[in-house]
């Protein structure tokens, strides 16, 4: 396998990644609803940074391709151009993530927040032992509303006021859009850029198609 093929393979399970964080919070905004494995993954994904290997692969870090399940068949669906209800929402979504990744890139400051940030609310988790405690959820969301939450373009979630309304489904939203944005960063990394998302449209299908089996 060629490094070429394999940085677009990288690149399209990045997008996938983004895909599953974007799709969850959708689900929350617009049902109530979200699927725990999948968030489970999203948010070890956020922890995964001081373990990662140089030579650790994207589908590694999020654990395998099992764990993306849903952001590849989501991902496939969408750059198929089938007319999901969603898929103008998480178009949005995306948008956003991708723009304000690029934003934080420039931002050094901020990135240290974010970083000083995410160390104080690592040690939580491993106190906790999951990613997924409530504690830990409602650090990371508080994390995201005191940096990104303040930067331009601010992501604004569409959903139903009663759901949004609600506590514990802002944290998670806020959350996993942190999560969002770790697979934005990674999708950059890998050469990710509006550009490719155009023109290698179909290159990224078939690679998704390939992770999909």
């Known amino acids: 396998m060629s490094s070429h093929i394999s940085e677009l393979s990288q690149r399209a399970t990045a997008l996938a990644a983004m895909t599953q964080a ?14 725990t494995e999948d968030s489970r993954v999203m948010m070890e994904s956020i922890f995964s940074e001081a373990s990662t290997h140089p030579q650790q692969t994207v589908l590694e870090l999020y654990g395998g391709v099992e764990k993306l399940d849903t952001g590849i068949r989501v ?19 995306s948008a956003g993530l991708t723009a304000l990744e690029r934003r934080l890139g420039k931002d050094a400051a901020m990135r240290q927040r974010l970083a000083d940030g995410m160390s104080r609310i ?23 509303g005191d940096t990104i939450s303040t930067m331009k373009p601010r992501i604004i979630v569409r959903g139903k006021p009663e759901f949004l309304s609600q506590t514990n489904h802002t944290m998670r939203v806020r959350a996993l859009l942190m ?4 697979a934005a960063h990674l999708w950059h990394q890998h050469g990710g850029g509006h550009l490719s998302l155009l023109l290698r449209r179909k290159a990224l299908l078939r690679e998704l198609e390939l992770l999909q089996g």
């Not at 974007?22 to 699927?35: C, F, P, Q, T």
């Not at 496939?76 to 949005?92: N, R, S, T, Y």
Request: charged share 25%; proline share 2%.
């Open 122 to 144: 690592s040690k939580q988790r491993q106190y906790f032992g999951d990613a997924m405690h409530h504690n830990v959820i409602a650090a990371v969301a508080d994390l995201y």
């Open 22 to 35: 974007i799709y969850l919070v959708n689900s929350i905004a617009r049902k109530g609803v979200v699927d």
């Open 75 to 93: 991902c496939i669906k969408l750059l198929q151009g089938e007319k999901l209800p969603e898929a103008k929402d998480l178009m949005l979504y």
């Open 179 to 182: 999560s969002g944005l770790r």
